[in-house]
């Protein structure tokens, strides 16, 4: 009878230990940066870098030739990928807002359906992190050294550079602080590569002795254009500031991180100042010393990418979770003439977009389909199997990640960008895209552009005047119109005054 009482309080006892079994679905690690156009990437064919980490998610998993950004700058293509929502339907036009943290979210549709959810780096939203169960942010843009990280509980100083401390955190965190009974959806955003496109203490002479390729349009006189392309304060010859172009060092240096820094760039910035370069000559100079840091930055990213690649590896986390790259948009590494973003012109409209689901996406596949940073809320809740809310605006990736091309699929792309006056001063548009044209309306200049992107894919000049186009202008027009009734999108009521 003893050991019969024996053996039943061994088995209960041993049916209250026992781990119940771990969540089978995915986990999620979405690994976004700011600013990083496709041109930078080499699974995207860069002319100018290589980025061997990024590469290793196109070669395993999808990668999509035509991603498009609703709004080409950086809080509201966070604000968008956050809310499923364009930008008129969340709030978030410009950098201006703060962001309503308040509404409907993906991570936290994903946090009431179980799983953890967490968010570290960049956020730049002005208002704190909602729905995470962990957080540790930059405090809006954050330097790229030494950064001030906020998290719940404060504010904590950190010594180093800022690409390497966030994947510190993200590794801690997935180290130690994930509940490992529930799957996870990780946001980890870098602040890298954006301007001022500080390189970290391992690159500063990365590049030294290369020449970078120079896109075929650095010289861009925009004659085929209207007056928004002439206006534009965001040219390399005319509006790179000398600490853009490490004239000047970093403000947040400490003594120790500057005397790194003035030995690498002290002995390039005498040559130049000796050269005293004048016109195309200096063009070409600011360039190469622009482009060549914006690469710079982007190579500890890379590196860095490649630590969280191989935790996920050595840990066995790898083959259930689904790891994303994407940056907030596009960018000019000179096309143009240009640094920066905000157009619907193709360089700032396209975002980086690759996608390794293990077992789903098929190992070096590509789409061509015309995708968003709309469509990934909805990709994510799809991804968990949580009902995706009816107000979301964008589409589910799953079919296409399944390599599925459904028949169905959107064959054209509402854009519209409404922050001006601000930097940059680039006039307010909306337009569409489709396969092989694009329209856009400078609604505050009253001037609209087409380009024929077969013909003319560097959009060089409008044809909008052109007779031989009037009837795919006409198209166009209308398609313009039925997207803008689709999306509900109310007239543009910003004030035009300065903010
Ligand atoms: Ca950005």
Request: aromatic share 12%; charged share 25%; with cysteine.
């Amino acid at each position: 009878m003893r050991s019969f009482l024996l053996l039943v309080l061994l088995i209960s006892a041993a049916s209250c230990t026992q781990a119940p079994e771990p969540d089978p679905r995915p986990n999620i690690l979405f690994i976004f940066t700011d600013d990083h156009g496709a041109q930078a990437i080499s699974a995207y064919g860069s002319k100018i870098n290589e980025t061997p980490n990024i590469d290793r998610l196109a070669n395993e998993g999808l990668l999509f030739l035509n991603a498009f950004v609703t709004n080409s700058i950086c809080a509201p293509s966070r604000a968008v990928i956050l809310t499923g929502k364009y930008s008129h339907s969340n709030g978030q036009l410009t950098n201006v807002e703060t962001f309503d943290g308040s509404q409907q979210t993906f991570p936290k549709l994903l946090q009431q359906a179980g799983y953890q959810t967490a968010m570290f780096g960049k956020w730049h939203l002005k208002s704190d992190p909602t729905g995470f169960d962990a957080w540790q942010v930059l405090i809006g843009q954050g330097p790229y050294y030494n950064p001030p990280i906020k998290s719940a509980t404060g504010v904590t100083e950190h010594v180093g550079y800022t690409t390497d401390i966030i994947t510190d955190i993200v590794l801690d965190w997935l180290k130690s602080g994930r509940d490992t009974q529930k799957p996870f959806m990780m946001m980890y955003q870098h602040k890298a590569p954006h301007r001022r496109w500080d390189p970290g203490p391992d690159y500063l002479t990365m590049y030294d002795d290369v020449e970078i390729p120079e896109p075929r349009t650095l010289f861009d006189d925009y004659a085929g254009r209207g007056k928004a392309a002439t206006q534009q304060t965001m040219s390399i010859a005319r509006d790179l500031t000398d600490r853009d172009l490490k004239l000047v060092p970093p403000e947040e240096l400490t003594a120790e991180q500057l005397e790194v820094w003035n030995a690498a760039y002290e002995p390039k910035n005498d040559a130049f100042r000796a050269a005293d370069l004048q016109g195309d000559d200096l063009v070409r100079w600011k360039y190469q010393r622009y482009v060549k840091d914006y690469l710079r930055a982007v190579a500890s990213v890379d590196d860095n990418i490649g630590r969280v690649l191989e935790h996920l590896e050595a840990s066995g986390l790898a083959e259930n979770t689904i790891v994303i790259y994407a940056s907030d948009q596009g960018w000019y590494l000179g096309e143009h003439g240009w640094f920066d973003k905000r157009w619907m012109y193709e360089e700032s409209l396209r975002m980086p977009l690759i996608v390794r689901w293990p077992g789903v996406t098929a190992p070096g596949s590509t789409s061509d389909a015309m995708v968003s940073n709309l469509d990934l809320a909805e990709t994510f809740l799809d991804i968990a199997g949580v009902e995706i809310p009816s107000d979301m605006q964008g589409e589910s990736l799953v079919p296409l990640l399944e390599g599925e091309a459904p028949s169905d699929w959107r064959q054209s792309f509402y854009y519209q960008y409404y922050e001006y006056p601000g930097p940059h001063d680039v006039a307010r548009h909306y337009g569409v895209r489709t396969e092989s044209h694009k329209l856009i309306y400078f609604y505050t200049l009253d001037e609209w552009e087409l380009y024929d992107l077969e013909e003319d894919p560097d959009e060089l000049t409008s044809v909008y005047e052109d007779p031989a186009y009037a009837s795919v202008r006409s198209e166009l027009e209308t398609e313009l119109e039925r997207l803008r009734e689709y999306y509900a999108v109310p007239e543009d009521a910003r004030p035009l005054e300065a903010q």
